[in-house]
C-alpha cells in the first residue's frame, strides 16, 4: 500500500464519524480539548507503534499468538474480532440515526442497514490496498464537502465568533483530563485495528510517520470543525444537540435559496462510516480466517453480522450515547487499546530479551505445530 | 489442388534460363503491373548462362540476380503453399527442381490515409489508422524514432490468421505486463478476427465488466505518446483502432487535444468532462430521489415551479424517467443506425417533437425533459464511445435505487461504484492510478 | 469451518451485548439476554444472522463437495 493511501486511509479513518459528532462535551472549550487531546493520544499511538516494531512485520494476531502462547493468543484474537465488529456496529447506528433523522424517517431502520452491510461486505471483500484507494476517493470528497459547507456557513452570516467565548470559563485543569477520559479513545484510540495491517505500510517507521502525519491532520481538522460548530450553535446549543454538523448546517441559508444542506452531511458520514466499517470488517475477516480456517466468505458473513448487532446494540438513541459515554470506554476500549497492546508488548520485551534460550523449546513447538496446521488446512 | 476450380489463381507457365516453370500466383492479391514489371520481365530476361545448372541452384540463382529487390525464400514443403499463396506470395516452380521459390509479391488496394472517424481534434495532426497493418506500423515508426521500438508479429484466427502486431519501446514497457500480455495473445483460440474489438475481451480481467480496460484509438499521436508512457500497443491487421493495454481510469477521459493546447484550457477541458460524466450518472436518480422522497431540498421558489409543473402528470416520477430514457435510447439506436441522409431528420425530429409533444400530452413534465436531454447530452462527452455505453446500465441501477431509497440508495450506488473503481486492476496495475507521464507525474 | 467460525464469534458479541446492557439497565444476565432475544423489533437481526450462517454454511458446503468430486477425479484418473 502507498504511503499517500495509507495516510489517507487514516484520514478518512479517524475523521470518519467525529467530524459530525463535534466535541465531547463534558467541558466547555470543547475545540480546546480536541486539539489538546492529541498529545496523549500521541503517546498511546507510539505504544501501537513499539508493538508493530516488536511484531517483526506480522499482525496483530500474530503478535498475539507470540506473546501470548497459542490458546490464549487465539482467545484473545477471538475477543479482538468481537471487539472490531461491535465498534463497526456502533459506527453504523450512528450513521443510521443520522439518516433517519435528516433524509429518511419513515424507513425501517432493518433495510437501511441491510443495504448498507451489502456495501461494506463488497468493500471488504476487496484487499486493504483496494481501500485505501477508495479512501484517497473519499477523502477528496469529505474534505471538498466539508470546506463547502464551512464556506456556506461564513456567507450565510451564521458564524459568530464571540460564541467562542468565555474561554476557559471553567479552568485549565477540566479541560486536561477531559481528554483523557474521552478523546484518547475515540476517534484516536480506534487505530488498534491498524496494528492488524501495519505490515501493509512497510516498515514500522512508515507506520509511524504515517500515523503521525494522520493524527496532526485530524486534530487540526477537528479543532477547525469543533470552532465552527461552536462558533455557529454556541456553547449551551451544542451540548444539546446530537449532530452538531447537522444542525450547523441546518442554519446555511443564503438568499433563501440554498438552504436545508442536511443531505450534504448525510453523505459525509455515509462515506466516512463506510471506510471506517470496511476497515474494521477487514481486520476482523483477517483475524477469523486465522482461527478458522483460510475462506474469503468471512468477508460477507462479518458484514451481516455487523448489521444485526447495529441493531442489536441499543434501543434507543439515549440508550446509545450514555453506553457509549461510559461503560464502552471502561469496559471496552481502555482493555483493548490499552491494557491488552501494553500486557502484549511487555511479554514480547520479556520473551525475547530472554535471547536464544527461550527459541529451543519454542522450536520443538513449531516442529509439532506443522502436523496441527496442516490437518486444519485440509478442513478450510 | 486444394484451391479447387478458383477463378483468381493464375498459373502461368513461362520460360527462363532455359527451363520450363510454373509461376502460381492470386491475381486478386497482386496487380498485374507489378507481376509483369518486377518478377516476369526479370525472369524472362535472365541470362541464359545460368542454363544447363542444377535447377535448385537455378533458383537460388534467379532468386540473387533477378528478384533480388523483393524478399523471397525456398521451399520444398508443400502443405506451406495455400498459405503462403493466401498471403500474396507467388510460387515459382522450375522443371526439375525440388524446392519452389516463394516470392512476396503482395499489393494490396488499402485506404489511403485520412482523417479519424472518431477522436476528431481540431488543433493536432489529422491522420488516422487504416486497415493495413503495414501502414499503421509505418505511422508509428515515422513519429518515434528510436532504436526501442519493437514490433512483435502473431497470428490470431485459424480460418483468417489475422496478422497482430504488438508494439511497445523497449525499456518503457513493463515487463511483467509484456509477458502477460504475450502470454494472453499465444493463448487464444478464434476462429476469424476482423476487428481489433473482438480482441479487447480478451484482455479483460475476469468480473471487470463495467469500465473498458483497454484503450482503443484510431491516432498516430495519440498511441505513440501511449507507448513512450510504458503501455502496448495492439495492432490488428484489418482495423483501424489499434488497442492499447493496460489502459487506467484517466485514459478515458484525455483527448489528445489537452496537450496541444495551453495546459490550463486542458485542464480545465478534463475537469468538465469528469463533472459531466458524473453528471450523466446521476442527475436522473437525483431527480426521481429528490422529487419523490426530499422534496425540501429544492429551494422553495424551484418547488413550487415543479410541482405545478407535475401538477397533471400521471407517472410517478421514475416511471416518467424511465419512459423518457427508453424513449431517447430508441432514438440513439435509430440514429446510428440509419442512413446518413435520413438520421439528422430523426435526430431534430425526435428530439423536439418527442420532448415537446410529450410535454403537451401531459405524459411527461418539462423538468423530465430538461434533466433527461442534460442526461444524454453529458455522457456523449467522454472521448472514447466504448466508455459511456456500459455505464448506461449503471444509470438504470441508481434510478431504481433512488426510487426505493431515494438519496440514501443514490449515496450507496455512488459507493459501490467507487469501490467497483478502487478494485479493478488491469495487468497488475490499478484502475485509478494516476500512471501518467503527460502530466508530468511519476507512476507510484 | 467457517460456519462454526461465525457461530463463534456470533454468540460471543450477543454475550457482550447482554453484558453492556446488563451494565447500562442494572439487570441480572439472564434478563438482559430474555431482552435482547425475546423482543420482536430484533427479528431483522437474527435474521441477518441467519443469513451470515448460511452464507458461510452454503460455503463449507460447496468447497466439501467440490473437493470429494476433485478426489474422486483424481482416483479415477490413477485407475
Given at each position: 500500500m502507498n504511503v499517500v493511501h495509507g495516510y489517507t486511509l487514516l484520514l478518512v479513518f479517524l475523521l470518519g464519524t467525529s467530524i459530525i459528532f463535534g466535541p465531547p462535551r463534558l467541558a466547555p472549550d470543547a475545540w480546546l480539548v480536541e486539539l489538546i487531546a492529541v498529545v496523549p493520544a500521541g503517546a498511546l499511538f507510539l505504544l501501537f507503534v513499539g508493538l508493530a516494531a516488536a511484531g517483526n512485520g506480522g499482525n496483530l494476531f500474530d503478535m498475539l499468538d507470540k506473546a501470548w502462547g497459542r490458546t490464549i493468543g487465539r482467545m484473545w484474537t477471538l475477543c479482538y474480532i468481537v471487539y472490531f465488529l461491535y465498534i463497526a456496529s456502533r459506527n453504523v447506528r450512528d450513521m443510521i440515526e443520522l439518516v433517519m433523522t435528516s433524509i429518511l424517517r419513515a424507513t425501517p431502520p432493518s433495510v437501511l442497514i441491510f443495504m448498507f452491510v451489502l456495501v461494506i461486505a463488497y468493500a471488504a471483500s476487496g484487499g486493504i490496498a483496494a481501500t485505501g484507494r477508495l479512501s484517497v476517493l473519499i477523502a477528496a470528497l469529505v474534505g471538498f464537502f466539508f470546506f463547502a459547507l464551512a464556506l456556506l456557513l461564513v456567507f450565510s452570516g451564521s458564524v459568530d465568533t464571540e460564541r467562542l467565548l468565555p474561554f476557559l470559563s471553567e479552568g485549565l485543569a477540566k479541560v486536561l483530563v477531559v481528554p483523557l477520559k474521552s478523546s484518547i479513545w475515540f476517534p484516536y484510540g480506534e487505530l488498534v485495528v491498524f496494528l492488524v495491517f501495519c505490515s501493509s505500510f512497510g516498515t514500522a517507521r512508515t507506520f509511524r510517520r504515517t500515523g503521525w502525519l494522520?493524527?496532526?491532520?485530524?486534530?487540526?481538522?477537528?479543532?477547525?470543525?469543533?470552532?465552527?460548530?461552536?462558533?455557529?450553535l454556541g456553547m449551551e446549543n451544542i451540548v444539546f444537540s446530537i449532530f452538531p454538523l447537522l444542525d450547523a448546517a441546518r442554519m446555511i441559508s443564503i438568499f433563501n435559496f440554498i438552504t436545508r444542506l442536511d443531505a450534504l452531511v448525510a453523505l459525509l458520514i455515509i462515506l466516512?462510516?463506510?471506510?471506517?466499517?470496511?476497515v474494521f470488517v477487514h481486520a476482523a475477516t483477517i483475524g477469523a480466517s486465522r482461527t478458522f480456517g483460510r475462506h474469503r466468505r468471512f468477508a460477507f458473513s462479518s458484514a451481516l453480522l455487523v448489521g444485526a448487532f447495529s441493531i442489536l446494540v441499543t434501543h434507543n438513541n439515549a440508550e446509545h450515547f450514555e453506553e457509549g459515554l461510559k461503560y464502552v470506554i471502561y469496559w471496552l476500549h481502555i482493555p483493548a487499546q490499552l491494557v491488552i497492546p501494553a500486557a502484549t508488548l511487555m511479554l514480547l520485551r520479556i520473551r525475547y530479551r530472554k535471547g536464544e534460550r527461550e527459541h529451543e523449546p519454542r522450536r520443538l513447538h513449531d516442529r509439532l505445530e506443522p502436523n496441527r496446521t496442516r490437518r486444519g488446512r485440509a478442513d478450510a | 489442388m486444394t484451391f479447387g476450380d478458383t477463378d483468381d489463381l493464375a498459373l502461368v507457365s513461362l520460360r527462363f534460363c532455359g527451363k520450363e516453370g510454373l509461376l502460381c500466383y492470386f491475381t486478386t492479391l497482386t496487380s498485374a503491373s507489378f507481376m509483369m514489371n518486377y518478377v516476369i520481365q526479370p525472369l524472362a530476361q535472365a541470362s541464359d548462362d545460368l542454363a544447363g545448372e542444377d535447377a535448385t541452384a537455378l533458383l537460388k540463382e534467379v532468386r540473387e540476380r533477378c528478384l533480388s529487390g523483393l524478399s523471397s525464400e525456398l521451399s520444398d514443403q508443400l502443405h506451406v503453399l495455400p498459405m503462403k499463396l493466401g498471403r500474396g506470395y507467388a510460387a515459382l516452380f522450375a522443371e526439375g527442381a525440388r524446392d519452389c521459390l516463394l516470392v512476396d509479391v503482395k499489393e494490396l488496394v488499402t485506404r489511403s490515409v485520412e482523417e479519424p472517424t472518431s477522436q476528431n481534434v481540431i488543433r493536432g495532426p489529422k491522420e488516422g489508422f487504416t486497415e493495413s497493418a503495414a501502414t499503421n506500423m509505418s505511422l508509428i515508426r515515422r513519429r518515434i524514432v528510436t532504436d526501442k521500438l519493437r514490433f512483435e508479429r502473431y497470428e490470431i484466427g485459424e480460418k483468417t490468421r489475422t496478422e497482430v502486431y504488438l508494439a511497445y519501446i523497449e525499456e518503457e514497457a513493463d515487463e511483467e505486463v509484456?509477458?502477460?500480455?504475450?502470454?494472453?495473445?499465444?493463448?487464444c483460440r478464434m476462429v476469424s478476427l476482423f476487428d481489433s474489438g473482438s480482441l479487447e475481451s480478451l484482455f479483460r480481467p475476469r468480473g471487470y465488466w463495467l469500465f473498458p480496460t483497454v484503450y482503443n484509438s484510431e491516432r498516430?499521436?495519440?498511441?505513440?505518446?501511449?507507448?513512450?508512457?510504458?503501455?502496448?500497443?495492439?495492432?490488428?491487421g484489418g482495423s483501424p483502432f489499434v488497442l492499447i493495454v493496460p489502459a487506467i481510469f484517466r485514459d478515458f477521459f484525455q483527448s489528445p487535444e489537452d496537450h496541444y493546447q495551453w495546459f490550463l484550457v486542458g485542464l480545465f477541458a478534463r475537469l468538465l468532462r469528469y463533472v459531466a460524466f458524473l453528471l450523466s450518472l446521476v442527475v436522473p436518480s437525483l431527480y426521481v430521489a429528490i422529487t419523490s422522497y426530499h422534496q425540501e431540498l429544492i429551494p422553495t421558489i424551484l418547488l413550487t415551479s415543479i410541482a405545478a409543473?407535475?401538477?397533471?402528470?400521471?407517472?410517478?416520477a421514475v416511471i416518467e424517467i424511465l419512459l423518457m430514457?427508453?424513449?431517447?435510447?430508441?432514438?440513439?439506436?435509430?440514429?446510428?443506425?440509419?442512413?446518413?441522409l435520413v438520421g439528422q431528420a430523426i435526430s431534430i425530429a425526435g428530439a423536439l417533437v418527442l420532448g415537446e409533444a410529450a410535454v403537451q400530452a401531459g405524459i411527461v413534465s418539462n423538468i423530465n425533459v430538461i434533466v433527461v436531454a442534460l442526461t444524454v447530452i453529458s455522457s456523449y462527452v467522454a472521448p472514447v464511445y466504448t466508455f459511456g455505453s456500459n455505464i448506461r446500465i449503471f444509470r438504470y441501477g441508481l434510478i431504481l435505487l433512488a426510487s426505493f431509497t431515494g438519496l440514501y440508495g443514490v449515496i450507496l450506488g455512488c459507493a459501490v461504484l467507487m469501490i467497483h473503481l478502487s478494485r479493478m486492476e488491469t495487468f497488475g496495475v490499478p484502475y485509478m492510478s494516476p500512471l501518467s507521464r503527460m502530466l508530468g507525474g511519476k507512476t507510484p | 469451518m467457517t460456519a462454526l467460525g461465525v457461530w463463534t464469534i456470533?454468540?460471543?458479541?450477543?454475550?457482550?451485548?447482554?453484558?453492556?446492557?446488563?451494565?447500562?439497565?442494572?439487570?441480572?444476565?439472564?434478563?438482559?439476554c430474555w431482552h435482547l432475544l425475546f423482543d420482536y423489533t430484533h427479528v431483522p437481526a437474527f435474521v441477518m444472522i441467519g443469513a451470515a450462517l448460511l452464507l458461510a454454511g452454503w460455503g463449507d458446503a460447496g468447497a466439501a463437495v467440490l473437493r470429494r468430486l476433485r478426489a474422486l477425479r483424481i482416483r479415477e484418473e490413477r485407475k
Open positions: 494522520a493524527m496532526i491532520s485530524a486534530c487540526l481538522l477537528l479543532t477547525f470543525s469543533d470552532l465552527l460548530q461552536t462558533s455557529v466516512g462510516v463506510l471506510v471506517k466499517c470496511a | 509484456l509477458r502477460q500480455v504475450r502470454e494472453q495473445v499465444r493463448s498516430p499521436d495519440s498511441v505513440c505518446s501511449c507507448l513512450l508512457d510504458k503501455r502496448i500497443a495492439v495492432i490488428v409543473q407535475r401538477e397533471g402528470i400521471p407517472f410517478p430514457e427508453a424513449a431517447f435510447e430508441i432514438l440513439r439506436e435509430a440514429g446510428t443506425r440509419m442512413p446518413r | 456470533a454468540s460471543m458479541g450477543l454475550i457482550l451485548l447482554a453484558g453492556l446492557d446488563m451494565l447500562v439497565y442494572g439487570e441480572s444476565f439472564y434478563k438482559a
